[in-house]
């Protein structure tokens, strides 16, 4: 895990100061609402329907023991109890007073964190794969490059005003577990035919009202010409991206509007300036120290997996958690944990400060001191032993993250909507409670296999219901909540966007058309069939007909 070094912490901490004057002033009435608005966005922190929201960046998901327990002490002083993990692998807290928002920031720094970039025209969190660095299909662990992008954007004096926010993902493995074909950025690490290592660069995705899937501008970059290549398409962004009108000023709309050969041959000439740039060249050794930040831990070997074994055959509690909770590692004798944040009794994505503090004692008795943050808004513990996996399951089942769901219709990405957000034209939290009941059985879920479903309260998306197997987006209607229904989206390898079913139902049909589209699928799915790769055989007319009929 990359530790701050001295100008790291010099930097947070100047900027905590600098905040606490800004509110201080601010609250006494020396700077005006208008004055105000791009400083506390610079620090994270919006106005939301209730209350502010401040957003903490975690860097690509990673978590230190010691830094999650600060976040549970910022939800049990500062705020309601509990924070809200984001699909950005950040968190959230709803209810922060204004005045307490520098205490904060000043806990926060003392553990290397912060809010920079959380908000506002510029590069927010550098996000990744939950399992980088221990999946069995990675070609290379992609942290090292996330953290050479979160330094070259933080406080970037080129890019702190951009036409509009702007989102970099990075993957290492074969699977794409960190969505970058709907980032404005989304690069793959990959080999080519003589083994040398760099990215696949994809630019122009997104999601929110004009969902849009990004395209490929370049096959093969060589990994020491990362930054130059990024900072050429980020010059060109910010020189010809729109500046009149913010729902057309993201670069997936740049992109669409030149076409992506003509951007791509922009940005190459762009390169042409950027690429001897001695500040952004990296060398072997520049390559070498990022890596050395990320060193492998401590792993026992000749582990006893005869445990494990015994009791997949002898508890079916614990066969279900292992089936559906725990992943394959690329260490032997290890797998990775999920810790699932979608119990029926909290919204999805929520964890309350007893559980944060639980998690941290648990990574540092399982897994080497570290947890990391998912886009599907659950947590993980990616290094735990075979033989220490039942003492976890039980510690964790204790405080109600070891529900057996990751990967199920349960599993759902859901936006706090209409009961936080300032934005939303509907709820989504309850919405998921509603399917959530209708959904309770646990071995059906099963059955039906891998399905994501995923819930926005407005068109902003933050909930990714675009690329959901199933989406479902708020609407307002004269007042009255709506839903629309998506099915076919993926962000995955074969990633697309989703179709509109028909009409927008009413929130107390959201349930029963979920319902009638299960039933639909488990009616016409051949075999294991999954849900995505019956829908794309059979298309929407079945669907539709059923939901409607």
């Given at each position: 895990?990359?530790?701050?070094?001295?100008?790291?912490?010099?930097?947070?901490?100047?900027?905590?100061?600098?905040?606490?004057?800004?509110?201080?002033?601010?609250?006494?009435?020396?700077?005006?609402?208008?004055?105000?608005?791009?400083?506390?966005?610079?620090?994270?922190?919006?106005?939301?329907?209730?209350?502010?929201m401040l957003r903490v960046s975690i860097p690509y998901g990673l978590l230190a023991s010691a830094q999650l327990r600060t976040l549970a002490h910022i939800a049990r002083t500062y705020d309601k109890g509990y924070g809200h993990f984001s699909t950005r692998q950040n968190i959230q807290y709803n209810w922060p007073p204004l005045e307490s928002v520098p205490d904060i920031l000043a806990d926060l720094a003392k553990v290397e964190m912060h809010a920079i970039q959380t908000s506002g025209n510029c590069i927010r969190n550098v996000t990744s794969d939950q399992f980088a660095g221990v999946a069995e299909d990675e070609v290379e662990d992609p942290r090292p490059y996330c953290e050479m992008i979160r330094q070259w954007a933080t406080l970037h004096p080129e890019f702190?005003?951009?036409?509009?926010?702007?989102?970099i993902a990075v993957t290492g493995s074969e699977r794409d577990r960190a969505a970058t074909q709907v980032h404005d950025i989304g690069l793959q690490l990959q080999r080519n035919a003589a083994g040398e290592l760099g990215f696949r660069v994809l630019v122009g995705g997104g999601l929110g009202r004009t969902p849009i899937i990004g395209e490929v501008?370049?096959?093969?970059?060589?990994?020491?010409?990362?930054?130059?290549?990024?900072?050429?398409?980020?010059?060109?962004?910010?020189l010809r991206g729109r500046r009149d009108n913010m729902y057309k000023a993201r670069i997936k709309i740049l992109v669409k509007a030149m076409g992506p050969e003509a951007f791509a041959d922009a940005v190459e000439k762009e390169w042409q300036h950027t690429r001897s740039d001695p500040a952004l060249q990296l060398e072997d050794a520049d390559i070498a120290r990022f890596r050395n930040q990320f060193p492998l831990p401590a792993y026992r070997t000749g582990i006893d997996a005869s445990a494990v074994?015994?009791?997949?055959?002898?508890?079916?509690?614990?066969?279900?958690?292992?089936?559906?909770?725990?992943?394959?590692?690329?260490?032997?004798?290890?797998?990775?944990?999920?810790?699932?944040?979608?119990?029926?009794?909290?919204?999805?994505?929520?964890?309350?400060?007893?559980?944060?503090?639980?998690?941290?004692?648990?990574?540092?008795?399982?897994?080497?001191?570290?947890?990391?943050?998912?886009?599907?808004?659950?947590?993980?513990?990616?290094?735990?032993?075979?033989?220490?996996?039942?003492?976890?399951?039980?510690?964790?089942?204790a405080e109600d993250l070891a529900t057996p769901n990751v990967g199920t219709l349960s599993d759902m990405i859901c936006c706090p909507g209409l009961d936080f957000c300032s934005l939303a034209n509907a709820g989504s939290i309850d919405v998921a409670s509603d399917i959530n009941q209708r959904f309770d059985d646990l071995d059906y879920l099963y059955d039906l296999g891998e399905l994501r479903v995923n819930l926005s309260g407005c068109m902003n998306g933050c909930g990714h219901h675009t690329v959901g197997h199933i989406g479902i987006l708020g609407v307002d209607k004269k007042g009255e909540e709506f839903y629309q229904i998506t099915l076919g989206g993926s962000s995955a390898n074969d990633a697309s966007l989703g179709d509109r079913l028909g009409p927008a139902v009413s929130k107390d049909k959201v349930a029963d058309t979920m319902e009638a589209i299960i039933h639909t699928y488990t009616e016409l799915r051949e075999g294991e069939e999954s849900f995505l790769d019956t829908y794309r055989r059979v298309g929407m007319k079945p669907f539709k007909e059923r939901a409607y009929g």
């Open positions: 895990m990359y530790q701050y070094d001295q100008y790291d912490q010099q930097l947070v901490d100047e900027r905590v100061a600098q905040y606490r004057d800004q509110t201080k002033r601010y609250l006494a009435g020396e700077l005006s609402e208008d004055e105000f608005r791009p400083l506390r966005l610079q620090n994270g922190l919006y106005i939301q329907r209730h209350a502010p702190a005003y951009l036409p509009r926010k702007f989102k501008i370049r096959e093969f970059l060589p990994e020491k010409d990362i930054l130059t290549y990024l900072d050429a398409i980020l010059r060109v962004y910010n074994d015994g009791l997949l055959s002898d508890n079916a509690s614990f066969k279900r958690w292992y089936t559906r909770n725990t992943v394959g590692h690329r260490q032997p004798g290890y797998r990775s944990v999920v810790v699932s944040l979608k119990s029926s009794a909290q919204a999805p994505g929520d964890a309350t400060d007893t559980q944060m503090e639980a998690v941290a004692d648990l990574a540092e008795r399982y897994s080497f001191g570290e947890a990391r943050v998912t886009h599907q808004q659950n947590l993980v513990l990616a290094d735990v032993a075979l033989d220490e996996l039942e003492a976890l399951w039980r510690a964790l089942d």
